[in-house]
């Protein structure tokens, strides 16, 4: 994690130094203007916002100490999307207040805010309405458990509806722990959220909420193209509803690691490739579609099937052919967390 503190003068340096020993982040740059940067400062060049810009691309959380308005205008011509934004905080010079200013949620500057304020010794300001009625805060939840969400737009609705009443909740997983404030177990409705592999919605307007938790298992013949591997896959994730964005990885033998089709099919979709020996394969236990052609060629009866099931927990689509592309479709087992 990446972490960017800003100071603009000599006491908003003392602070900053603080602030830089309160969090032990994998990587850290303070930055103040030149007649106070010193060891360990980057120098400021002016103006402001022009320095901040290649930062708030680089950083996972920026702290301003100072004035808000400063940290307001120095990031304001770079602010885009809270999926992407850094999380943003502003301390005072004495380090009196820590305030949460952006991506308080999905960017996590809430709870670091919270984190910051308690090794300060100083007093978190946060303004998010679910976080001071104390409902569920979904974007927060989501980001923290690693989930992809279906629409910010549902998810803004769904936030000012916590609000006002209970939102139905429904999950296609285990669910430890009671349901979040705010939120009532149920499957119909106006609104309500949907935590789900699958892609559906069963709320007239449904937040669906996809863990990454699905594992594309693929078999080929020598010199397949992408295009035809794409379409395979894409058959079996149709017939089989199976949200885009739920994928977590694709699997094969390790024949098939210099195969260009599927790796360059892989790059494409952004997805991981893992490849397995016909012994790790072999080792795979369940009841799988069997082939002697394919045994004779690769050393195990079957590939897509096998491939899929390493690290998940059941197979949900099994060997589905298509001009020469196998592919199959397994599930990892995840709970629901509250």
Not at 297 to 310: I, K, L, Q, S, Y
Request: overall charge negative.
């Amino acid at each position: 994690m990446r972490l960017a503190v800003f100071a603009f003068s000599r006491r908003g340096c003392e602070t900053a130094r603080r602030v830089r020993g309160a969090l032990t982040w994998d990587e850290c740059r303070c930055c103040a203007p030149e007649k106070y940067a010193g060891e360990a400062f980057e120098a400021i060049a002016p103006p402001c916002s022009r320095f901040t810009g290649p930062v708030f691309q680089w950083a996972d959380a920026m702290v301003f100490v100072g004035a808000a308005g400063i940290a307001v205008r120095s990031i304001a011509p770079y602010v885009r999307d809270k999926r992407s934004d850094p999380a943003v905080l502003c301390v005072d010079e004495l380090g009196r207040f820590v305030i949460s200013l952006l991506s308080g949620h999905i960017g996590g500057a809430n709870a670091l805010a919270e984190e910051l304020a308690e090794k300060l010794g100083a007093v978190p300001v946060v303004t998010t309405a679910t976080d001071l009625h104390g409902k569920f805060s979904v974007d927060a939840w989501a980001a923290r458990e690693g989930l992809a969400i279906s629409s910010m737009g549902a998810a803004k609705e769904v936030s000012a509806a916590i609000l006002e009443g209970p939102v139905p909740l429904c999950c296609d997983f285990p669910v430890s722990g009671d349901l979040p404030a705010g939120t009532v177990a149920g499957e119909e409705g106006e609104i309500g959220i949907c935590v789900s592999w699958r892609d559906r919605k069963p709320f007239e307007r449904t937040l669906l909420l996809v863990p990454r938790v699905v594992h594309v298992g693929i078999g080929c013949r020598r010199g397949v193209s992408k295009e035809r591997i794409a379409a395979a896959v894409e058959k079996v994730l149709v017939e089989n509803q199976v949200h885009p964005q739920a994928v977590k990885c694709a699997a094969s033998i390790d024949l098939k690691r210099e195969e260009e089709g599927l790796l360059a099919f892989c790059e494409e979709r952004g997805w991981p490739a893992a490849f397995y020996s016909a012994g790790e394969l072999t080792a795979v236990e369940g009841e799988f579609t069997a082939s002697e052609r394919v045994l004779r060629v690769t050393g195990v009866d079957n590939v897509c099937e096998r491939a899929a099931m390493v690290g998940a927990e059941r197979l949900i689509a099994g060997k589905t052919v298509c001009e020469g592309v196998t592919a199959a479709l397994a599930v990892e087992g995840w709970t629901a967390r509250f």
